[in-house]
T-cell receptor, first 113, second 116 residues
């Protein structure tokens, strides 16, 4: 059974800092990995999707990397802003289960002005 | 494009009543819809997967007679929580998948259920 772990569970940083969120998964047989953002009481916003054959994806100040063989992904946020405050969720899609997503428990990020 | 809506966004009900939550794909046809549940400070847990016109596939530990899922069309799926109890209070999120072997899922804004 796939398990996804995110570290740290919570992170508080001053505005402007670069930061890294970590995600690990136990079964490396994945089709893709996604990073989502969730604001309090809201649904999910997809940030980045990395196919299993890719090593990284970038969107603006966000960069996600994937090391499939070691079961790890990182989300790098450059020059953090208060508006980045949210919970960031990592999810993997398994090869054998099609599009079923397994989520980590998230990292709650607070960026202080 | 690829917008998914949920209705209602908030619902408060008495214990023992049934609650229906709708999930709609507004600008695309969803071959598959997924229902997730999220408890406070926890991640999303997949409850069931439904394909249009067929019975939903429930995850282990999810009672299919309690959480009724209907996927009547390619743009609408409903989740009915029957005889709701306080422990069913949670945030319910649906997602809609487009066609393809590994579908891209688009998530709805969620429905907060509070059972008194």
């Amino acid at each position: 059974k796939q398990e996804v772990t995110q570290i740290p569970a919570a992170l508080s940083v001053p505005e402007g800092e670069n930061l890294v969120l970590n995600c690990s998964f136990t079964d490396s047989a994945i089709y893709n990995l996604q990073w989502f953002r969730q604001d309090p009481g809201k649904g999910l916003t997809s940030l980045l999707l990395i196919q299993s054959s890719q090593r990284e994806q970038t969107s603006g100040r966000l960069n996600a990397s994937l090391d499939k063989s070691s079961g790890r992904s990182t989300l790098y946020i450059a020059a953090s802003q208060p508006g980045d405050s949210a919970t960031y969720l990592c999810a993997v899609s398994g090869e054998t289960s099609g599009s079923r997503l397994t989520f980590g428990e998230g990292t709650q990020l607070t960026v202080n002005p | 494009g690829a917008v998914v809506s949920q209705h209602p966004s908030w619902v408060i009900c008495k214990s023992g009543t049934s609650v229906k939550i709708e999930c709609r794909s507004l600008d695309f046809q969803a071959t598959t819809m997924f229902w997730y549940r999220q408890f406070p400070k926890q991640s999303l847990m997949l409850m069931a997967t439904s394909n249009e016109g067929s019975k939903a596939t429930y995850e282990q530990g999810v009672e299919k007679d309690k959480f009724l899922i209907n996927h009547a069309s390619l743009t609408l799926s409903t989740l009915t929580v029957t005889s709701a109890h306080p422990e069913d209070s949670s945030f319910y999120i649906c997602s809609a998948g487009t066609s393809g072997w590994v579908e891209t899922q688009y998530f709805g804004p969620g429905t907060r259920l509070l059972v008194l």
